[in-house]
C-alpha cells in the first residue's frame, strides 16, 4: 500500500465563485496610462525635498561629485549610517548622466524604476498564487466558472489596483530613499515564493536578488526575518517544487547575512512603542493601509480555512514582517511600507468573495472623496494665480509668504486630461459594469493618481517653495559667497546637503567645528528653535564670531537659522 503524497486537505470550503465574464482583464492601455498617472508625476521639475528624500540625495551627489568616499559615505566630513546599494544605485545615476541630466532627475530615475517594477512584481505574484488549486474559483453548476488564468489575470489587475490605491505609498514611493529598494526587493521576494512552482530559475534568481538587496538595503533584520518565514511556508507547502525552493531562501537568507556583515550594517534598533502611543500607531494603520486593509481583513475572514494554502501565506510573510517592524521600531511607517504588497495580494483575493453593498459602498466613498479633493485642488489653484476666491488666496499668501505663482501651461494640460480621465472613469463606473472582479479597485486607484497628478502639476511649485531648502539657501547666499567654507557643528545631515548642493558651500558639520579660529573657514552657522530655545551647537563666542544674518524658511515659524563670520581681530598670526 503506497503512502498518500499530500496530508488530507482539512481546509474549508472555497469561497469564490467567478464566471468567465467577471474574470475578464482590465485592458491594457488604461492600466499602462493609470501607471504612467501614478509613477511618473513628481519625476520632473522639482528639487529633493527635506528630510528623508533630501538627506539621500546628498549622500548620492557627493559620493557622485567625489566629496564623499563610497564605501564609508559621509557628508561634511561625519559619517552617515547609510545603506550602501541604493546610495551606490544613485551615486552611479548620477555620475553617469552628468552634465546631460540634472542631479535631482539623475537621482530619481532608477527610484522611479524600482517602483515600476515593484508594481509589476506585485502583480506577478498575485497571478502565480492565484493560478495555485486552492485558491481557484468552484466550479458552477451548469457551467462558465472562469479559465485559471483569466481567473488569475483578473486577481492580478486587482492587486496592482490595491497597491497603487494605499494612501501610505504615495509619498514614501516617490521619494529617493533606500526604502524604496526595500520595497521593491520586498515585492521580488513575494514574487520568487509565489512563482517557485511554476518556474525554475526565475523564482531562484529572484530570491538570490531579495534578500541581499534587501539586506544591503538598510534593512537585515527584516531581511533575516522574511527569509525565515519564506522557510517555513516553503517547508510546509504540500508541493513538492515548492519544498525544494527552500534551500534557495536558506543560500539567500546567508547571503543576506554575510553581506549585511561585509557592510557592517548589523545595528539593532529595537526601540518598542509605550503604551500610550498605541492609539497613535492604530490611526497610523488604519489610514497608512486604507483602503487595501478592510479587503485583506475580508479576506482573512472568508479564506479562514485555507491560511495555510500559498494564496494566502506568501503574503502574510511581507506583511507580518512589517506589522513587526513597525511595532519594534516605534511606528516606523518606512518598515510599515514594506508590507504593502503583500497587503495588496490580500486585498485583491477578497474580490472574488465580495458583496454587491460593500463594492458599492467603496465606489461611492472613493467617488466623492477623491472628486472633493480633486475640486479643492483646482480651486486653490485658481486662487493662486488669480486671487478668487479670496479667502484660499489669503491661506496660501500666509502660509507660503513670498510665494510668487508660476503658470505652466504644459502642467494645466496634464490636470485637465487626468480630471476629464477621472470623469470618464466615474461614468464608466456607474453604469452596469458589474462583472469584472476588479471593478471594486479602478475608483480607489484612479482618484490617487488622479489626486496625486494634481499636486504635481498645479500645486507642483507651491510644494517646492514649502519642502525645498533652496529659498533658505538663496538667503543665506546674499550674506555668504559661492565656495566659501562654512561651519557648522552638529548640523543634520538634511542641512548639511541642503548647504553643499544648493549653496555650493564648504561645510564642517563635526561636533568642534569652528572651535579654532580658522580664517580658511571663516562662517559658522546654527540653527536654533526659538519656542523649544535649542540650538544644534554651542552659543558662539560673541568676541570672536559677528553675527551677519538671520535667516529662516519661509514657511517655517519656529525654527531660525543664525550666520555668523570671523572676526579679523580673532585670527591669530
Not at 104 to 117: C, E, G, K, M, V
Not at 183 to 209: E, G, I, K, N, T
Not at 543 to 569: F, G, I, K, S
Amino acid at each position: 500500500m503506497r503512502p498518500a503524497q499530500h496530508p488530507p486537505d482539512v481546509s474549508g470550503p472555497n469561497p469564490a465563485l467567478v464566471t468567465q465574464r467577471g474574470a475578464r482583464p482590465l485592458p491594457r492601455i488604461p492600466l499602462l496610462l493609470l501607471c504612467a498617472a501614478y509613477v511618473l508625476p513628481g519625476l520632473f521639475g522639482r528639487d529633493p525635498w527635506r528630510n528623508a528624500d533630501l538627506a539621500a540625495f546628498g549622500q548620492m551627489v557627493a559620493m557622485a561629485e567625489g566629496r564623499s568616499p563610497w564605501w564609508l559615505p559621509a557628508l561634511g566630513g561625519v559619517p552617515v549610517d547609510s545603506a550602501l546599494l541604493p546610495h551606490w544605485l544613485g551615486a552611479a545615476f548620477v555620475w553617469l548622466l552628468a552634465p546631460a541630466v540634472d542631479a535631482p532627475l539623475a537621482a530619481r530615475l532608477p527610484f522611479a524604476l524600482l517602483l515600476a517594477l515593484t508594481l509589476v512584481a506585485t502583480w506577478y505574484t498575485s497571478f502565480h498564487l492565484a493560478r495555485t488549486d486552492a485558491a481557484q474559483p468552484l466550479p458552477l453548476a451548469f457551467g462558465g466558472e472562469a479559465t485559471p488564468v483569466d481567473y488569475a489575470r483578473a486577481i492580478a489587475d486587482g492587486s496592482l489596483l490595491a497597491l497603487m490605491a494605499t494612501l501610505g505609498l504615495l509619498q514614501l514611493g516617490h521619494e529617493t530613499t533606500p526604502e524604496m529598494a526595500q520595497l521593491f526587493a520586498m515585492s521580488l521576494l513575494l514574487y520568487a515564493l509565489a512563482s517557485a512552482p511554476h518556474r525554475r530559475w526565475q523564482p531562484r534568481l529572484a530570491v538570490l536578488l531579495a534578500l541581499p538587496l534587501l539586506s544591503g538595503s538598510g534593512a537585515p533584520s527584516m531581511a533575516l526575518a522574511a527569509g525565515l518565514a519564506g522557510c517555513a511556508v516553503c517547508l510546509a507547502s504540500r508541493l513538492p517544487a515548492a519544498r525544494q525552493f527552500a534551500p534557495w531562501v536558506a543560500a539567500a537568507v546567508a547571503l543576506s547575512a554575510a553581506l549585511a556583515a561585509a557592510f557592517g550594517s548589523w545595528r539593532w534598533r529595537a526601540l518598542g512603542l509605550p503604551l500610550d502611543e498605541w492609539p497613535s500607531l492604530a490611526r497610523q494603520w488604519l489610514w497608512f493601509m486604507w483602503p487595501a486593509w478592510p479587503l485583506a481583513l475580508w479576506t482573512l475572514w472568508r479564506w479562514r480555512g485555507h491560511l495555510l494554502h500559498r494564496h494566502i501565506s506568501v503574503p502574510l510573510v511581507a506583511l507580518g514582517v512589517a506589522l513587526a517592524g513597525n511595532l519594534v521600531l516605534a511606528g516606523s511607517d518606512r518598515a510599515l511600507m514594506l508590507g504593502l504588497p503583500g497587503l495588496a495580494v490580500l486585498a485583491a483575493f477578497a474580490l472574488p468573495t465580495l458583496k454587491r453593498s460593500a463594492s458599492a459602498a467603496i465606489d461611492w466613498f472613493s467617488m466623492f472623496f477623491f472628486t472633493t479633493c480633486a475640486i479643492t485642488i483646482w480651486v486653490m489653484y485658481l486662487a493662486m494665480h488669480t486671487g478668487v476666491p479670496a479667502k484660499p488666496a489669503a491661506n496660501i499668501a500666509k502660509l507660503a509668504p513670498g510665494f510668487t505663482p508660476q503658470f505652466s501651461a504644459l502642467a494645466l494640460l496634464l490636470a485637465l486630461a487626468g480630471s476629464a480621465a477621472w470623469v470618464a472613469l466615474v461614468r464608466w463606473r456607474s453604469g452596469r459594469h458589474r462583472e469584472a472582479l476588479w471593478k471594486s479597485l479602478v475608483l480607489p486607484a484612479g482618484g490617487v493618481a488622479l489626486c496625486w497628478l494634481l499636486l504635481m502639476t498645479l500645486w507642483l511649485p507651491l510644494i517646492d517653495y514649502a519642502r525645498s531648502p533652496r529659498p533658505l539657501v538663496d538667503r543665506l547666499a546674499r550674506a555668504m559667497p559661492a565656495g566659501a567654507c562654512v561651519n557648522a557643528p552638529g548640523a543634520s545631515p538634511v542641512l548639511v546637503a541642503a548647504l553643499e548642493y544648493f549653496g555650493r558651500w564648504r561645510v564642517q558639520a563635526q561636533p568642534d567645528a569652528g572651535q579654532q579660529a580658522d580664517p580658511a573657514c571663516p562662517w559658522l552657522l546654527r540653527v536654533t528653535r526659538l519656542r523649544a530655545a535649542t540650538a544644534t551647537s554651542p552659543e558662539p563666542d560673541l568676541q570672536r564670531w559677528q553675527l551677519q544674518a538671520q535667516e529662516r524658511r519661509p514657511t517655517e515659524r519656529d525654527e531660525l537659522t543664525l550666520l555668523y563670520r570671523l572676526r579679523p581681530e580673532a585670527v591669530r598670526p
